[in-house]
């Protein structure tokens, strides 16, 4: 059986089936978003940059948000043979990746973006079950179709798969 490894850009998403894997490479203050239904082995991946849609006049890539990214996800997974119902959620990223001597909100993308995931999980009805964010270093993640294991490998923090 041969195996696909799907890379999935910034900005961008993909879904797919077992036995193939999809991959992001550089998570920083980008989160990648997870979501996979093991009774029909669907699996989905989303690189999101920034929180909201609402707060960019220039949105027409969906998958460049949380809010609309995960909603894309979604749809694309049911259309693949996902059912909402069995879905849920593993997150990674949401780095602090340079250090700020300021206060403002909007220079925090990565605790933003992370704030933001959640928010628009748990609107969704949709379990978050595992997640690896924060910090200060960036991620590169490994989601299994075959059982919804996600792998992070990290520099200088290790490997781990949640």
């Given at each position: 059986m041969n195996i696909e490894t799907i890379k999935v850009g910034m900005a961008d998403l993909n879904v797919t089936k077992s036995p193939n894997n999809l991959t992001t490479l550089g998570l920083g203050s980008c989160v990648g978003i997870t979501l996979y239904d093991k009774i029909n082995k669907v699996a989905g991946l989303a690189h999101i940059m920034l929180?909201?849609?609402?707060?960019?006049?220039?949105?027409?890539?969906?998958?460049?948000?949380?809010?609309?990214?995960?909603?894309e996800l979604i749809r694309q997974m049911i259309v693949l043979g996902a059912n909402k119902s069995n879905l849920v959620a593993k997150?990674?990223?949401?780095?602090?990746?340079?250090?700020?001597?300021?206060s403002n909100d909007m220079l925090r993308i990565g605790d933003r973006n992370?704030?933001?995931?959640?928010?628009?999980?748990?609107e969704l009805n949709i379990r978050i079950i595992s997640e690896d964010t924060g910090g200060n270093f960036g991620r590169t993640i490994v989601l299994d179709s075959s059982d919804g294991s996600l792998h992070v490998r990290t520099i200088g923090h290790g490997e781990k798969t949640i």
């Open positions: 929180p909201s849609s609402k707060e960019i006049k220039n949105n027409d890539n969906k998958a460049k948000f949380a809010d609309t990214g995960i909603e997150i990674a990223g949401g780095s602090q990746m340079f250090n700020f001597n300021s992370v704030v933001a995931t959640k928010s628009k999980l748990k």
